[in-house]
């Protein structure tokens, strides 16, 4: 085996180490201390025995921790598929405005129409935010990919400016929906705009693993032709990929992934922008080996986020979204002096 794909593997072999050390540290951290026999009182096996600590433990920490992993790689898997999707290295979920077409639709749905909400069957209404939120954020991703065709053919710079813009929209109608709220309305829009993982539960987080599990699936299979769809349409066309499938499927995928991740978490950016970047210094390019690491780097950067906001202004807490900003924004903008350094710019 060649010295630098020995190199490789092992790097990827400690991030998924350190991914999972990580956790178990995580999970001790917070502002009740957990004994470590609390890790053998699952509520299922010693319901009598069954304390505070190990409520705390089994019932908030790991339900989130195992959210926090999920919804860090769905957020990294989408941000691959937008980078490979438009041959863009700074395209991002929340970048491009998907994210925020998730938020203006759950906002939309919880105050201009949160009648239906109450119309709907008590089973169903966990599951409406989602729905609506991938609707938001599918409209977004196909009205990026046809407004960028027809104002900026092939233009990166025109790919992200039409992005803010329709970033910038969505933010309007979140703000106009705050201006229509009432207390209770504007605290749940609120909780959407920062982010935060505080009502995990083990539904949600299997919800999300599910998701996660089919969507990486679907995006290990299209990884060849994202491959062939960096060199161009014409050239992927030229070796046999149906370029319109794919670029539909993709879109489809980092539309659910992105709607699943806001509707139930809030608006936590930058995760999708780095953990692509994150991976691409241990295996490469090849989306085939890009896109499990980057869903570790993704599942790694979320726990810690998640981890200082509920520990560092302990007992309250402080919005995921506010650290994945503080880690992400200086990340943007070394990303930014770097393709203008490349680009004879700067």
Known sequence: MPARKLSRLS?????????????????????????????????????????GSAHVLWQLRLPRLVLAMAVGAALALAGSLAQALFRNPMADPALLGVSSGAGAAVALSLTVFASLQFALPPAFRMWMLPMVGFAGALIVCFALERMA?????????????????????????IGLCSNLANDEQLRAINFWTLGSLAGANWIMAGVMLVALALGSSVALRMAQGLNALALGEAAAAHVGIEVQGLRVRSIALLALLSALAVAWCGNIGFIGLMAPHLARQFVGADQRRLIPVAMVSGALLLLIADTLGRTVASPAEVPVGVFSALIGAPWFLWLLRSAMRKTGSA
């Open 11 to 51: 790097s990827v072999a400690a991030m998924t180490l350190l991914t999972l050390v990580a956790a178990v540290v995580c999970a001790q951290v917070g502002a009740l201390p957990i004994p470590l026999g609390d890790w053998l009182l699952p509520p299922w096996v010693q319901t009598e025995a069954f304390s």
């Open 149 to 173: 065709r027809w104002l900026a053919p092939g233009s990166i710079a025109g790919l992200l400016l039409t992005g803010l813009a329709l970033q910038a929209m969505c933010f309007a109608l």
